[in-house]
């Protein structure tokens, strides 16, 4: 079964901690957005690990160079996942993903800027890492004619253990589960809804 992952893009621990509360009963996995940790560093990552030890952590960290050593920083705040980005070179990802051995936690590549999204997946995949999660950002969005459709096809086609991010709503959450995509990843849907805890809920019962 498909796992539920809430991004969380705010900048504070405190409202992190917050929403967290709320939807916890409903998630897999509680993810610490980039601006969130670049704002609050490491300690937002322990305090959310400390409050929901219950939960897999995801520091999406989005590392670029130096993967063993982000990595190790951030399994011993606390996290269980790490995001390296797909864009860098395989050495930075093996680098993490031994970390990641060490510490018996996982490594997610995060697709966002790759061109071919799917080679990358299948590429990276061989390297050890938990999954990748196939990304479109925020800015991409935000751009005319963008539609979370081309990440379903792409998990389709992937064959990989992968997630999806980018616009995963009520409206498209029964397609990214037929997808094959491991984990379902949520941000705005639900720390936009006017009711986060019902819009997790909601969310949980159609992947279920």
């Not at 459709?149 to 998990?155: K, P």
């Amino acid at each position: 079964m498909a796992k539920l992952q809430v991004a969380i893009d705010l900048l504070k621990t405190e409202d992190a901690l917050a929403l967290a509360a709320k939807v916890a009963p409903y998630v897999d996995i509680i993810e610490l957005g980039t601006p969130l940790i670049k704002s609050e560093g490491l300690a937002a990552i322990t305090a959310i690990k400390n409050a929901f030890p219950d939960k897999k952590v995801f520091a999406d960290f989005k590392t670029a160079d130096a993967g063993e050593l982000e990595a190790d920083m951030a399994f011993k705040a606390g996290a269980d996942y790490i995001t390296i980005l797909g864009s860098t070179g395989n050495s930075t990802i093996a680098g993490a993903v031994k970390a990641a051995k060490t510490h018996g936690k996982g490594v997610v590549v995060d697709t966002i800027g790759v061109a071919d999204r799917v080679k990358r997946a299948q590429e990276v995949t061989e390297l050890g890492v938990a999954f990748v999660e196939l990304h479109a950002g925020l800015d991409e969005q935000a751009e005319e004619g963008y539609s979370i459709q081309v990440l379903i096809d792409e998990a389709a086609r992937a064959g990989v253990p992968v997630s999806i991010a980018g616009g995963v709503n009520l409206d498209s959450i029964k397609a990214v589960k037929d997808s094959g995509a491991v984990v379902a990843v949520a941000g705005g849907a639900i720390y936009g809804a006017e009711d986060p805890a019902e819009a997790a809920k909601a969310l949980r019962a159609l992947l279920n």
